[in-house]
């Protein structure tokens, strides 16, 4: 009987000692020894690339190639030729042969985050890798043969998604061998406080200063607060407190207000006429996060709302060109799209001005 790796959390960064993430640790220490394909689910921030990197170097691919891809980062056409690369004069860019992800990463893995983002069609092709190990080049016809272990991530629910006629089934089912739910930092108990320690450790470190301390009121605060961006929006607060603080001590007045209380003040703050993209961005990833945990429902009317009103905003200030309100918002053009979709403001295009 094969033995399941001993996983050692912190060696791959991650940080937390709550149940779930125990189960986390169980799950992925048993899923790595295997070549099944494993479908990271959980929400942005959560540490599926993190889990994704010690599912390979726990596996017995270690010594092969790593090779992650954001497929929410690229159009179609060009995440084609990304994943399966491209034969020269294929397209008109197309100024030599280009190896593409899937062949690189043969004798490793290869991690498709955001797998949620691509299309139907491309999703026949992945489908296709996936049972019959092999694909075609962009503009060729010769078929190549892979040896790669996939991992893939969503942030959504792809139930819904296949559902909804946005995602093939079949496909849904091959990456599911292994699926590995991360849960939101809401549902992780004392290990906010463990990660605004490390955090506070390791940006007192990279700034030269000395934050070794949190204030107990602000703790609590962080405690209660409900995380919509997880542990990538708690690393960013902590770096910002870090910065801007004048003692040794991590106070309240060194949070956002949508931690301490304001919600309201942080939402007129974000309707300010204002080009700090940082603070857009902040609000679009976060929202107003500040309600009670049974009150999810009335939260997410609450965050669709206001995001949907930012959207038409920022929408109006580049003139409707897609490409530039992406830019501000600090997300890429694919999920604006969606969002936009989503909220019946779609008609806006690049190629409408």
């Not at 640790?25 to 689910?41: D, E, G, H, I, M």
Request: glycine fraction near 6%.
């Amino acid at each position: 009987m094969q033995a399941t790796n001993v996983m050692d959390p912190s060696e791959f960064g991650l940080i937390g000692e709550s149940s779930p993430m125990r189960e986390v640790y169980r799950l992925t220490a048993k899923a790595a020894v295997s070549n099944a394909s494993v479908l990271l689910l959980g929400e942005t921030g959560t540490g599926k690339e993190l889990i994704a990197g010690a599912l390979h170097h726990l596996s017995p691919r270690n010594t092969g190639p790593f090779v992650r891809v954001n497929c929410g980062a690229l159009p179609e056409t060009l995440l084609d030729s990304e994943l399966f690369g491209h034969v020269k004069g294929s397209f008109t860019d197309a100024m030599r042969d280009r190896t593409g992800r899937f062949e690189a990463a043969t004798g490793g893995t290869i991690f498709l985050d955001e797998i949620n983002s691509t299309s139907t069609t491309l999703q026949v092709k992945l489908l296709r890798v996936l049972q019959e190990r092999e694909f075609e080049r962009v503009g060729d016809s010769s078929s190549i043969e892979v040896d790669v272990r996939v991992i893939a991530a969503s942030n959504c629910d792809l139930t819904k998604e296949i559902a909804e006629g946005r995602f093939r089934e079949d496909l849904f089912w091959r990456l599911n061998v292994l699926p590995i739910q991360l849960p939101p930092l809401r549902r992780r108990g004392h290990d906010i406080e463990l990660l605004v320690r490390h955090f506070l450790q390791m940006y007192s470190q990279s700034n030269d200063r000395v934050v070794s301390d949190v204030e107990p009121a602000a703790l609590r605060k962080m405690l209660e607060y409900t995380w919509p961006g997880n542990v990538r929006e708690l690393q960013n607060y902590v770096e910002r407190a870090v910065v801007l603080a004048d003692s040794n001590m991590l106070s309240m007045d060194l949070l956002p207000q949508c931690i301490t209380g304001d919600a309201q003040a942080a939402q007129a703050a974000v309707f300010r006429p204002t080009d700090d993209q940082s603070l857009i961005r902040e609000f679009v990833f976060s929202g107003i996060s500040k309600a009670p945990r049974d009150a999810t429902d009335l939260h997410e009317k609450i965050v669709n709302s206001v995001e949907k009103e930012l959207l038409g905003q920022v929408l109006a200030a580049t003139n409707g060109i897609q490409t530039k309100a992406a830019k501000r918002l600090g997300m890429n053009r694919n999920t604006l799209y969606k969002k936009l979709k989503e909220y019946g403001l779609e008609k806006s295009d690049d190629e409408q001005t």
